[in-house]
């Protein structure tokens, strides 16, 4: 990598990578014990490693344009080197020591969009970090690894889906996860067809406080009835006797659950299509979290011809949609798509198609 070696002076040993993820079916169902179904995006994060010069780390990332030295006795760095700086620390815990490294950051993963850069950034780097040290780490570990460094040291208090997804799912398959036991199983994507992802432009800005009042809604409605967590419900005939609103925070669980499980069985794009729609519903009607823009970018999708289904993804409140089209058409779809949902005043973007 030559800008490596304009910025270090000196030549990577190694070079990684891991892309960023979409989430095809199974919202909010990971903080509950249940299913999810991601696939990878094309677009992936790089990651270029080498010693470092001096008794320093050093990284630097193209997209923010940023260097950082972090002096590894120091306290931990803020911003974009709390992820870097997060995996090196995370494998020295596991016993692993590491000397100081250079360490350049390139990506064309959309950032802050929900297609998890934070993930594929950590992912990108412990692959690198596994090469260059040779540690003995499987992908399940690496990605718990990523999400030890995400939690402890840039201080987001994920679940595991997003590094599962970049680490073990890519673009010709969907995983499907089980987040309570981390089973996984990679399923051949949809005969036909290929996706599209429509950012809203619409700011997740009430998200956090959204977020957490939904998980709090779930445990309330997993302790009423009885259960570890509302993965253990197969019946939404058992939500009867909740309370509103969180016998429909509860019913969205379990049907999304049951959605994705339907996946397992092999089923085709118009199939799938219907579940994706199905969940859209769900995620508007019992769990509440979608917004003017949204309804409408999901709508506009989900009226044109080739489009086999859509819904928002990711927490919701804002961010973006993802469609399951028919096979060469994403770009045209996508684009006609922005088209009528931008005229209609709002400032979306194409993240994939
Ligand atoms: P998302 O994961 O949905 O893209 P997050 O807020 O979880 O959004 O993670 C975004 C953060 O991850 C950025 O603010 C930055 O700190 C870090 N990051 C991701 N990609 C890069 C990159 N290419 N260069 C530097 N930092 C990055
Ligand atoms: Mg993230």
Do not use: W
């Amino acid at each position: 990598m030559m800008d490596f070696q304009q910025r270090f002076k000196t030549s990577p040993e190694v070079i990684a990578s891991a892309p960023g993820r979409v989430n095809l079916l199974g919202e909010h169902t990971d903080y509950n014990d249940g299913f999810v179904l991601p696939t990878a995006i094309p677009q992936r994060t790089t990651v270029a490693i080498g010693f470092s010069a001096d008794d320093r780390h050093h990284f630097y990332s193209v997209e923010l344009n940023e260097s950082v030295a972090v002096v590894p006795a120091d306290s931990p760095p803020q911003g974009f080197a709390s992820y870097v700086y997060g995996c090196i620390r995370v494998v020295e815990t596991a016993g692993h020591p590491v000397p100081p490294l250079a360490v350049f950051v390139t990506s064309s993963v959309p950032i802050g969009s929900g297609l998890s850069s934070s993930a594929a950034l950590e992912v990108a780097v412990l692959r690198g970090l596994r090469s260059l040290l040779q540690l003995d780490l499987d992908d399940v570990k690496l990605a718990q690894l990523g999400q030890q460094a995400e939690m402890q040291y840039a201080g987001v208090s994920c679940g595991i889906l997003d590094q599962m997804a970049c680490s073990l799912a890519d673009s010709e398959h969907m995983l499907f996860l089980d987040t309570r036991t981390l089973d996984r199983q990679l399923l051949p994507f949809p005969t036909g067809a290929e996706m599209v992802v429509i950012d809203s432009g619409v700011a997740r800005s009430l998200a956090t406080s959204g977020y957490n009042q939904r998980r709090a809604e779930c445990e309330a409605a997993a302790h009423q009835l009885g259960v570890k967590a509302l993965r253990d419900v197969t019946d939404p005939q058992q939500v009867a006797s909740l309370p509103e609103p969180i016998r429909r925070r509860a019913r969205h669980v379990i049907t999304e659950n049951n959605r994705v499980l339907k996946v397992l069985a092999g089923i085709s794009a118009p199939e799938f299509g219907a579940l994706m729609n199905a969940s859209h519903a769900s995620l508007r009607d019992d769990y509440e979290v979608s917004v003017p823009a949204l309804e409408r970018l999901v709508e506009i999708l989900q009226a044109m011809p080739d489009v086999f289904g859509a819904r928002l993804t990711g927490a919701g409140f804002g961010g973006a949609c993802v469609a399951l089209v028919a096979a060469g058409q994403a770009q045209a779809i996508a684009t006609n798509a922005l088209n009528l949902y931008n005229r209609a005043g709002y400032n979306g973007r194409i993240l994939v198609g």
